[in-house]
């Protein structure tokens, strides 16, 4: 299977009360051979009528912050948890997150990036399987079924909060230099690499 025939194949899904109130799925945008892969939460309501990750204030602020890594959004892939905007914007719940999480995984099985960056609780919670914070964990690094798995905060977590804005700027510094210094060893194996799970 494709990206675009995995898109497809949701584009009509209904296995979630999140079917009824949506205005489409959102599945995800860029590069289908990415190196790296950016992982949000969910759909606010400018994605949910365009159709596409992060086109609003956050998506704004993440796109400066991902050129500010010395890369582009065209070099990257974006997606969310889920492919709903949940109503009101409310986070996802539970049993929302694991109907979607299979979608997520073939998403990144099919990309298959060198490095995920998880954006955000959410986003991190469900690539490790189990409840951590952001705030604790950010800075840390992580394999994950193979996949090296780089924790940021969220960019609306600086638009809400001021002070996790300079925060929000450590993790993409920090992203740089991770990414400058593996950029040789990207065909060794994770654990090669001091990395843990």
Known sequence: ??????????????????????????????????????????????????????????????????????????????????????????????????????????QIDLISPKVICTLGNFAIRTMLGKQVSITKIRGQHFVVQGFRVFPMLHPAAALHQGNFRSLLQEDFANLRIYLENINSKLSQPAEQMGLFE
Not at 34 to 58: L, N, R, T, W, Y
Not at 75 to 100: G, M, S
């Open 1 to 106: 299977m494709t990206l675009l025939e995995l898109n497809d194949s949701l584009r009509n899904c209904q296995q979630c009360r999140l079917a009824s109130k949506r205005t489409q799925i959102v599945f995800g945008v860029g590069n289908p051979n990415a190196s790296i892969m950016f992982i949000g939460e969910a759909p606010g309501f400018h994605e949910d009528k365009q159709g596409e990750p992060f086109v609003g204030a956050a998506g704004k602020l993440l796109t400066e912050l991902i050129e500010s890594s010395g890369l582009s959004r065209d070099d990257v892939y974006i997606a969310n948890v889920i492919k709903c905007r949940p109503p009101d914007n409310r986070n996802p719940l539970p049993d929302e997150i694991e109907t979607c999480k299979p979608f997520l995984l073939q």
